[in-house]
């Protein structure tokens, strides 16, 4: 993190503006237009460059309105349990859309060869 900024996660766009702002109690419209005049004056292309490594550089800040640290609770064996819950559920439908797709393609009457020449 450089000099203790952080992206706004509402921000317009990637939240480098309001970021800056919010650190340097400063009107959010006063940085956006020194942003566009630095993109201006800098041949458009370096000022980009320099936006997107801003972007790059600062940590992205928590929502103000974002849950709990685990998102499903307060106790932490609970998350856990449920988390995995769900990504045993996940992998689940996973696998069985991936059993369906290759049962489609290994059937008999999938006909390869037709499928092959009309890309050619």
């Not at 974002?66 to 439908?93: C, F, N, Q, T, W």
Request: net charge positive; aromatic share 6%; proline share 6%.
């Amino acid at each position: 993190m450089i000099f203790n900024l952080q992206r706004a996660p509402d921000g317009m766009l990637l939240g480098v503006c309001k970021g800056i702002a919010r650190s340097r109690n400063l009107p959010v419209v006063v940085v956006r237009l020194a942003a566009i005049v630095l993109i201006m004056i800098t041949g458009f292309w370096p000022g980009i460059a320099l936006y997107i490594l801003a972007a790059a550089l600062m940590e992205a800040a928590a929502p103000q309105d974002a849950p709990s640290a685990g998102g499903y609770g307060s106790e932490p064996h609970v998350d856990r349990a449920r988390l995995m819950r769900d990504l045993k559920e996940r992998i689940l439908r996973l696998d069985k859309r991936i059993q369906r797709m290759e049962d489609r393609v290994i059937r008999p009457d999938f006909h390869w060869e037709s499928r092959w020449n009309k890309r050619m």
